[in-house]
């Protein structure tokens, strides 16, 4: 490795020390799915809010446990969802699924274990019907005062299901972290109706990071394609921070082209490089570096690939950091195959976790992992990561698996053999 190269865990170390956990805000719950608690959230209220019947049927009390089958009652009143409170003295109350049990009631039968009686007015239990049966009690999901969901969870929509059911209006929430996309090349074409010119291509890591910031709990605020000189460059830097980007990314113009000015524009402008190179691939010439202003810029190199990779393998950290979660931990899984590498790099390998015809997982490497190849992305659910030290490993050897963003787990495919 040459000494300006930097092994991973030290670039990783370098970006994690520069990224500064955010400061938190009220959101409303219906704008906070996929936003993260900043605080615990603890109930004022408890579910079910009110007894209930479980069940269609016969509300009824009874000194006697279990009321048996046989005894005979008076239908004395009916009890639906949504009415409200009553006193019972005695007898059997129709009642309905989630209305509000009739106080002095204290268990339900459901309807098919019970005979109307020829008077109508009168029915007959054709089953026991032991205290508390069929009857959904005050607090039992959620006793009052209990916190509920954690400070660090990731709202999703079961969390706002819980919230909405205890009447919680607004959470305390760790801001987006805001952040700019630049694309840089004059060989992009960005509109999807425009002809492509000899030598042109269209813009896909623009799309892509436009799609994976969010999902990765980043506020995408500016977006824009450059050409390759550093005056553009250098203007799209500052409509990106105007636009309040915290996070600047960057694809292309870092390698060692005639037209790779980044490394320029950034010592033009007064930033700080913090590392330009590290032992992995794909991406190699990753930068990173910090604005005056104190944004942070990684500059990833422009193979479509290395956009994900840098994406997935430094920028979502830094959010982790600024969204106040905790370091990500890999899963682990068997390898579908043996794999070889002969560069002391650390590789990060487009892969299909799927599951075998055993129903055993296994993390497949696939074909075609050149930095250029967009295809076999598409067909991935996860990464595998070989650390740099590693050369071979066998079939079944357990390898590093992560998702496809830092928020999702790689669900597996059933079985490709
Ligand atoms: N002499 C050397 N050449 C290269 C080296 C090296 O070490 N020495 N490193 C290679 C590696 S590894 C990578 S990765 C690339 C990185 O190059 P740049 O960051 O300067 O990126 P560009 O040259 O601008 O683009 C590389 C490649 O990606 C395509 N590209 C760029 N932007 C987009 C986009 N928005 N959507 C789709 N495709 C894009 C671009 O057309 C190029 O094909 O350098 C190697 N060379
Ligand atoms: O680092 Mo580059 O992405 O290997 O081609």
New binding site residues.
């Given amino acids: 490795m040459s000494q300006d190269t930097l092994a991973y865990e030290e670039a990783l170390r370098i970006v994690l020390a520069a990224s500064v956990r955010l400061p938190a805000e009220d959101g409303a719950i219906a704008a906070c799915l996929g936003r993260v608690l900043a605080a615990d959230v603890t109930t004022t209220t408890a579910l079910p809010p009110f007894d209930n019947s479980a069940m269609d049927g016969f509300a009824l009390s009874g000194d006697a446990n279990p009321v048996t089958a046989g005894t005979e009652l008076d239908i004395k009143g009916e009890q639906a969802a949504g009415d409200g409170v009553v006193r019972a003295h005695g007898g059997a109350w129709e009642i309905m699924t989630g209305a509000r049990m009739p106080d002095g009631l204290d268990r339900v039968i459901p309807v098919e274990q019970t005979e109307r009686l020829a008077s109508a007015a009168r029915i007959r239990l054709l089953a026991d019907v032991a205290h508390g049966q069929n009857v959904r009690t005050a607090g039992s999901d959620v006793p009052h005062g209990e916190t509920v969901l954690a400070a660090g969870t990731v709202l999703a929509p079961q969390h706002l299901m819980l919230l909405a059911a205890l009447g919680v209006a607004k959470v305390f929430v760790t801001h987006r972290p805001r952040v700019a996309v630049l ?3 004059r ?2 074409v960005d509109d999807p109706a425009q002809a492509l010119a000899p030598g042109q ?6 799309p892509f990071l436009a799609a994976r910031l969010p999902l990765a709990g980043a506020e995408v605020v500016h977006i824009e ?1 450059v050409g390759d000189d550093v005056s553009a460059f250098e203007s799209a830097l500052r409509r990106a921070l105007d636009a309040g980007a915290q996070v600047i990314v960057s ?7 005639r ?2 000015f ?1 490394p320029q524009a950034l010592e033009h402008i007064g930033a700080k490089t913090l590392f330009h190179k590290v032992a992995i ?5 990753l930068l990173f570096a910090r604005l005056p202003g104190d944004a942070l810029l990684f ?6 690939i ?2 994900a990779v840098g994406l997935r393998f430094f920028i979502e950290p830094a959010l982790r950091v600024m969204l106040g979660l905790p370091k990500e931990t890999p899963r682990r899984a068997p390898l579908a195959a043996t794999y070889k590498k002969n560069v002391r790099l650390r590789f990060h390998l487009k892969s299909r976790l799927h599951i075998d015809s055993q129903g055993r997982l296994a993390a497949e490497v696939l074909d075609g992992q050149e ?2 190849r967009i295809r076999p992305l598409s067909d991935a659910n996860a990464w595998v990561v070989v650390p740099a030290d590693v050369d071979a490993l066998p079939s079944g050897a357990l390898v590093d698996v992560y998702g496809p963003g830092h928020l999702e787990f790689p669900l597996p495919h059933e079985s490709l053999a």
């Avoid at 694809?251 to 082209?257: I, L």
């Fill in positions: 694309c840089t090349g060989e992009l291509i269209r813009n896909s890591n623009g394609t694809s292309g113009a870092v390698s060692m082209g037209y790779d980044v691939r794909p991406g190699k010439p500059g990833l190199p422009g193979n479509p290395a956009v930095s250029y």
